[in-house]
């Protein structure tokens, strides 16, 4: 096993020789095939430039995640194949996360991050449902109910309270 220092950190290579470890720290000088020299630093600062993404917040964060609910739940097409998916397990584990976080961010957000966090949940909530019975409705048949319920009951599952 080959074991390099650099800085601040140790390359320990099982697999490859001494001949294919390439320092990785920023500042490091390299040269390519052509023979031009560049360095790390450079790299990063051309990739950082040409991939400009938006910054990161909470409010962003949550669209995020709703988007990807709304893709499961068969809303929102793949970018790529323009189809839609839909898959209701990872769509309610998602919502769920979504709960997760206005649990443990009570007290934390502002205002409009709250009222954002609570809309989308009730939102996507009632869009999980409505698949469910979709489901229900091709399993069962139309004119068949599976039990019935009261009308307070029916505006959410148990576990969306």
Same mark, same amino acid.
């Given at each position: ?51 400009? @993404?938006? =910054? ?9 995640? $709703?988007?990807?609910?709304?893709? %499961? /739940?068969? #809303? ?24 997760? @976080?206005? =649990? ?9 991050? $709250?009222?954002?966090?609570?809309? %989308? /949940?009730? #939102? ?38």
């Amino acid at each position: 096993m080959e074991e390099k220092q650099g800085d601040g950190f140790t390359f320990k290579d099982k697999d490859l020789g001494a001949q294919n470890e390439k320092p990785n720290h920023p500042g490091h000088t390299s040269t390519d095939s052509a023979g031009s020299k560049s360095t790390t630093t450079d790299k990063i600062g051309s990739e950082q430039r040409t991939s400009q @993404l938006p =910054e990161i917040s909470f409010a962003s964060f949550i669209i995020s995640l $709703s988007s990807s609910a709304l893709y %499961l /739940l068969g #809303d929102i097409p793949d970018s790529a194949t323009n189809k839609t998916q839909r898959n209701l397990t990872l769509a309610k584990q998602t919502i769920d996360i979504l709960g997760l @976080l206005k =649990e443990k961010t009570v007290g934390n957000l502002t205002r409009e991050e $709250s009222q954002m966090l609570e809309s %989308l /949940l009730y #939102d996507l909530r009632m869009r999980y449902v409505d698949e469910l019975k979709k489901d229900a409705h091709r399993t069962f048949g139309h004119g068949n109910t599976c039990h019935s319920r009261s009308r307070k009951s029916q505006s959410a599952p148990q576990n969306y309270r």
